[in-house]
């Protein structure tokens, strides 16, 4: 499921076009939606936001307890191997996404709360600076650190390790995958998101 990346399977439907060779080349919903507009990007985004979701919830197709820490470690495997599908899939030469829809909709299925709270934290630093990349780096890193701290705690006092460890490793993964950006980001070169105005498709980067 994480291998069929809806980017280049809707670019392809839509357009006819291979959207890996297209703008930045990133098959993911940021260059999708500069491409092709906001319609084709929100599309790309919920359905990876959803393979997240429905990665996790397959897990009730099983007879493990829900309570159960084996139930948690069957969700969070099944999550991770969606994200790695996103961001390496099979059907595509191993090039894919980012992985960041993905990630927020495995928070949303079993932690809605942290999801809650990193997308705040994506929205504030977008409206401050203009780019996806640093917001997306930012929020994310805010999962772990709630995770195994104010939640585990406070709020969910019961985390297993399982997940403490699958917070720590997907934030690792996301950074790894967001390497040209930081680059960009450290020479003053990452393009700024603004909702109005008008893109070049040939002559930008994500």
């Not at 599908?85 to 090039?95: A, D, L, T, W």
């Amino acid at each position: 499921m994480g291998s069929a990346s809806s980017a280049i399977l809707l670019c392809k439907l839509l357009y006819n076009q291979d959207i890996r060779h297209i703008g930045s080349g990133n098959p993911g919903a940021n260059n999708v939606q500069r491409v092709y507009g906001w319609k084709s990007g929100i599309t790309v985004l919920a359905i990876d936001f959803l393979k997240g979701v429905c990665a996790v919830n397959l897990a009730h197709l099983t007879s493990i307890p829900q309570e159960s820490e084996a139930f948690a470690t069957l969700q969070l495997t099944l999550g991770m191997a969606t994200m790695l599908g996103h961001i390496f899939p099979v059907f595509f030469k191993f090039k894919g996404g980012k992985g960041v829809a993905i990630l927020f909709g495995i928070m949303a299925a079993m932690h809605p709360l942290a999801m809650i709270i990193c997308l705040v934290i994506f929205l504030i630093v977008i409206l401050l600076t203009k780019y996806i990349s640093l917001s997306v780096l930012i929020s994310v890193l805010f999962y772990p650190i709630m995770i195994n701290s104010v939640f585990a705690l406070w709020i969910f006092p019961k985390e297993t390790l399982t997940l403490k460890i699958f917070s720590i490793v997907t934030t690792i993964i996301i950074w790894l995958s967001h390497i040209s950006n930081i680059k960009r980001l450290l020479s003053h070169s990452e393009s700024k998101f603004y909702i109005k105005k008008p893109v070049n498709k040939s002559d930008y980067r994500q």
